[in-house]
């Protein structure tokens, strides 16, 4: 399929085999994982977007040993003492313009994750011109989560084996695995196995994406740790105390923490109103942070609707409005979203009844509430 096509209706009934090739051509028959959510339009089956067997009992996790990296311990440590020192310098030492240049920093970072690797490139929940793919790798590349060809295979990973051992941040591990712990082992043997089965040939097609690719371990460092220490000592004379633990450590730290909540606490607490049978959950408080990420059930549920969310609330969901922005002059095109009708048909048959418009009871409303009720939603709307 070439980069963000639709799928054709027809296609919507396919099924994902049981047994997948990989590239070499072996079969992934080590990978005990099964399909367990959507990932693009024709992944699902059902005419409310669902796969169209019981996932429930696939989500678990092996019982084994995990085999930790030392080294990714150590960095991980030195980086969050050092964030907790960056924080007390920002509130003690640091000057105004190092604050307001590690939000622009944070918020740059944050728009390349989501906007970019995210709802760009690993859902193709849109399209974009040459320019804004320069902006979207750019700001990836500030935020140093990977590079955005290895972010968004991982992530296709994680929806279409979400909460199996082919998820590489597993929540049926545990909170501290799914946000961070995952990052201090080894993989799972599946994680690999799925990700080299999935095809990713759009991502490889993207010129700016290989470019970011090939060359991470130059444009990364300057990007994410070297401009960002720079920058505050020359232009107002910050000293490099607070210009590498505020500028680059308190902010790459926050920044991580505040992506990986998507991860942990968007998959544990919150409501569930589009699918109850799933972890992923709505945080409102994980949106503020991450732009738009926290509306996570509505997003595993569709995961190709650029809003990632169904209600077009900019002040939770900046991503959106950045998009929406490059829209109006002609950068970004085809945006993807889900028609009401299918998101009330989901909302009907696997919602846990949270849901702002079809969550009431429906056997304790009298006629003239009901009546009334539906009459301000569509006010309003």
């Known amino acids: 399929m070439p980069p963000n096509a639709i799928t054709s209706p027809s296609n919507v009934l396919a099924t994902c ?9 072996e079969c992934a028959s080590t990978a005990s994982s099964k399909q367990t959510g959507v990932l693009f339009e024709g992944d699902a089956d ?41 924080g007390y310098l920002m509130l003690t030492q640091a000057k105004w313009a190092t604050v307001v240049f590690s939000f622009f920093l944070y918020t740059a970072g944050m728009i390349g994750i989501t906007g970019g690797a995210h709802r760009l490139w690993a859902h193709r929940s849109y399209k974009a011109k040459w320019p804004l793919r320069v902006i979207l790798v750019t700001f990836n590349t500030i ?18 084996f979400s909460e199996t051992d082919a998820d590489p941040h597993n929540a049926t591990r545990g909170f501290f695995f799914s946000h961070v712990g995952w990052l201090l082992c080894k993989k799972h043997p ?11 040939t759009d991502l490889r097609a993207d010129r700016i994406l290989m470019f970011q690719l090939k060359h991470y371990f130059v444009l990364m460092p300057l990007a994410c740790f070297i401009l960002p220490t720079i920058i505050p000592m020359i232009c107002w004379n910050e000293s ?32 569930r109103p589009y699918d109850k049978n799933i972890n992923p959950s ?29 209600w ?44 702002e418009l079809w969550g009431w009871g429906d056997k304790d409303l009298t006629a003239e509430d009901a009546q009334h009720v539906l009459f301000v939603d569509k006010k309003a709307a």
């Not at 085999?17 to 051509?25: C, K, R």
Request: proline residues 3%.
């Open 46 to 86: 059902t005419a409310d977007c669902a796969l169209d067997v019981d996932v429930k009992k696939l989500k678990k996790a092996e019982k084994r040993k995990l085999k930790l990296v030392w080294r990714n311990i150590m960095l991980f440590g030195y980086l969050h003492l050092a964030a907790v020192y960056g």
């Open 143 to 160: 935020a140093f989560q990977d590079a955005a060809f290895h972010w968004a295979r991982d992530h296709r990973v994680h929806h279409k």
């Open 240 to 271: 490099l105390l607070c210009s590498w633990f505020v500028a680059t450590m308190f902010r790459w730290c926050f920044q991580l923490n505040m992506t990986w909540l998507v991860n942990s606490a968007a998959h544990k607490f919150g409501g």
């Open 190 to 200: 599946d994680v690999v196995a799925k990700g080299k089965s999935l095809d990713v």
């Open 17 to 25: 085999p049981e047994v997948e090739q990989l590239p070499s051509g």
């Open 282 to 310: 709505q945080s409102p408080y994980v949106s503020a942070f991450t732009f738009g990420e926290g509306w996570h059930n509505y997003h595993h549920v569709f995961p190709w609707d650029y809003k990632t969310a169904e």
């Open 312 to 355: 077009g609330r900019y002040s939770l969901n900046m991503t959106t409005a950045f998009i929406d922005f490059f829209a109006k002059i002609g950068w970004a095109y085809e945006l993807k979203s889900v028609a009401p009708e299918t998101i009330e048909r989901r909302v009907r048959r696997t919602g846990d009844g949270t849901h």
